[in-house]
């Protein structure tokens, strides 16, 4: 892992799935270490030391001890204080912003086994932190974080949606160690789910990197660990008990290695597990013990209550085993954990059936399948299975499937054309008279935010019938996979405007995906004559931005069917969204004859420009607002395309 991030515990969390306690340090950590920090915190006169002496602190410190909690408070007592100075720098600002983020998300793990929601309000406070100073790693470890709250709180489908999200930013900056990380939280759903098979080989692909590394922290040993218990934990739930046994055994060599003492453990539990499945009760029972002296949470020895009341239950020793799994239970109902609560009621009811005390078996029955459903274990399989599709896709994985759907539509092609000329005609129909209406409305009542949605919906009809008698040319032509291919993008669009068309407001992400489909349309209408290109400055936040729906489409409708029109191959469009002095501005060039060659067809343009520097003057107050068209030239002069840019006005929301 990067040395250059302080997370005490969050480092630990890639290891331990985001729990926390889990990481009880081994006596490994000399005294006199931890002082002489605790004297070198107390003496420092500049409180950049002093917070990065913190941060080595915290590291030293056991987090279930009080000084760990006061040493984390003071890392928002220094950014509190700086953050208010007029002084600090923005430099300074980045930097304690950032101290400010990694207490909340420290703050949040010590906070979790006792106040569920608190935790998820300090994580989003870090989250929101992280996303503001645009430190997407610590972002993307958050994001990741909270899944696995929130699939300790039995929220799966929220969670798996976490982890998805938090992939693709590690992707994004190419952070193998997180990418690993996220890889390790999808396949503990996957193992939720019994899907033993999937949670494997991704925790093979986290387990290949960590032991590429040459030169392995303590984290990079601890994480191994980890991964080696789960893989083996796969294969002991499909009873391959030799092989299990062999990972559990690697995880032990490395957790004994660190003094990582919570996973001793569980592996112990595990290896206990085996032997308890081999009939060899005596050993079994002697690895439970063994663990159960070991130092660890609550949650731990919860976990082992539950293995020995099972094998209790099995040696008919029932008043032992009631006791151990209402141990386990009563953990469960204080920490708030669903599972543990679920499998302590199961070999409850369990109990008292082979007890015959049938009014308590079926309560912990009842308790069983109450637990079962709030966990909503079927509703985290479909939300697995939507985000994995989703991202798929993202990656371009899903072409032999989309292949195969085009197929299909194209043997019912001709009943899908006349449908659909039937639904666009009604779409037609509604959008002139909703056109209409809106004008009326516009003349008595003469309110601003009609008058927005009016001057939106102005170009809708005109493409929609345009896009009409296309579809029926290319039934008439025969074209029937071009139909298909035709209609599904046109459909997807006129849903997007149907949308949009309400919305004062759309982010720049939906602007730019609707935009693209608009392109993709018209490539199929002028035969794929052009190609286009759309390009985001990094910097901009395409979520967190927001600007009026379609201001940006009459310009590149210009710019096709004008500025091309002399253009039989090759030519381009090239869109452009830019942040100048903190103001968006947007962009659109083609390589077409300019702004002199197109006098003829100068109507269509001028009331798009119109159109358009009304609505632009109606959202910005300011009547000179200015939308700039050049020609593009060469070195000799000569006219070789057009440009057209203005600035956007928009609302950032964090």
């Known amino acids: 892992m990067s040395q250059s991030k302080f997370y005490p515990m969050h480092k630990f969390a890639r290891i331990t799935a985001f729990i926390a306690f889990l990481f009880l340090f081994s006596n490994a950590y000399a005294q006199d270490n931890i002082d002489s920090l605790k004297i070198a915190f107390k003496n420092s006169k500049q409180d950049t030391l002093r917070v990065k002496t913190v941060y080595r602190l915290l590291v030293n410190l056991p987090p279930d001890e009080k000084e760990f909690d006061y040493y984390l408070g003071q890392i928002k007592v220094l950014a509190d204080k700086n953050l208010a100075k007029e002084s600090t720098s923005e430099k300074g600002k980045l930097f304690w912003k950032k101290a400010l983020g990694k207490y909340y998300v420290n703050k949040s793990e010590i906070t979790f086994y006792t106040n569920n929601d608190a935790a998820m309000q300090l994580l989003d406070k870090g989250i929101q932190i992280f996303s503001e100073v645009k430190d997407i790693s610590q972002m993307a470890d958050a994001i990741v974080g909270k899944g696995i709250f929130l699939r300790r709180m039995g929220r799966t489908p ?23 990380y996220a890889q390790m939280s999808i396949a503990a759903v996957y193992k939720d789910q019994k899907k033993d098979a999937e949670a494997i080989a991704l925790n093979k692909k986290a387990l290949a990197y960590f032991e590429s590394i040459k030169k392995p922290t303590m984290e990079d ?39 990582y003492t919570s996973l001793m453990s569980t592996v112990l539990d595990k290896i206990g597990r085996i032997h308890y499945q081999r009939g060899e009760n005596d050993i079994a029972y002697q690895k439970y013990q063994e663990a159960l002296n070991l130092p660890q ?127 666009l ?68 669009l006129t849903r997007q405007i149907l949308e949009n068309s309400n919305e004062n407001y ?29 390009t985001i400055e990094k910097e901009i936040n395409q979520e967190a931005i927001f600007l009026p729906p379609m201001l940006t489409q009459p310009f590149i409708e210009n710019a096709i069917k004008h500025g ?27 390589n077409g004859k300019g702004f002199d060659a197109a006098q003829k067809s100068t109507s269509h343009k001028s009331l798009a420009m119109t159109i358009t520097k009304e609505r632009l003057v109606s959202y910005t107050k300011n009547q000179d607002f200015v939308v700039q068209a050049d020609n593009i030239k060469d070195n000799n002069e000569n006219v070789v395309g057009a440009k057209v840019s203005f600035e956007i006005p928009y609302i950032y929301e964090n």
């Open 564 to 590: 091309l029109s002399n253009t039989s191959e090759n030519g381009k469009i090239n869109i452009h969204f830019y942040l100048r002095e903190s103001k968006l501005f947007f962009e659109v060039t083609d």
């Open 221 to 259: 040993i601890g994480t191994q660990a980890e991964l080696n218990h789960t893989i083996g934990h796969g294969y002991f739930n499909n009873q391959k008990y030799d092989i299990a046994e062999q990972y559990f055994n690697k995880a032990m060599t490395q957790a004994k290695q660190i003094g």
């Open 425 to 492: 005609v009604l779409l037609g129909g509604y959008f002139y008279y909703r056109n209409n209406k809106q004008k009326q409305a516009i003349t008595v009542l003469e309110k601003e935010q009609i008058k927005q949605k009016l001057l939106v919906t102005q170009m809708n009809p005109h493409f929609i019938f345009n896009s009409i008698d296309n579809i029926q040319g290319l039934i008439h032509s025969n074209k029937d996979e071009e139909a298909v291919n035709y209609l599904t993008k046109f459909s997807k």
């Open 297 to 423: 949470p609550e949650l731990y020895k919860a976990n082992l209550y539950i293995s020995i009341g099972e094998l209790c239950i099995a040696e008919k020793k029932y008043a032992e085993a009631e006791s151990y799994l209402t141990q386990a239970n009563t953990i469960g109902k204080k920490l708030n954990d669903l599972n543990m609560q679920m499998y302590a009621v199961r070999y409850l009811n369990a109990l008292y059936k082979d007890t015959k005390n049938y009014e308590k078996a079926l309560s912990m029955f009842e308790l069983y399948k109450t637990f079962q459903d709030s966990i909503k274990v079927s509703d985290s399989r479909n939300t697995l299975k939507e985000q994995q599709l989703k991202y798929d896709f993202e990656k371009k994985e899903l072409n032999s499937k989309l292949l195969n759907q085009k197929e299909t539509a194209v043997k019912n092609n001709w009943l899908i054309g006349l449908s659909a000329i039937l639904l």
């Open 158 to 180: 929220e969670a798996v949606e976490c982890y998805y999200k938090g992939l693709k930013y590690f992707e994004q900056i190419k952070d193998k160690d997180g990418i690993a």
């Open 506 to 534: 759309i982010s720049l992400e939906e602007e730019v995906e609707m935009t693209k489909n608009y392109l993709s349309i018209q490539q199929l209408l002028y035969d794929n004559k052009f190609s286009f290109n759309i």
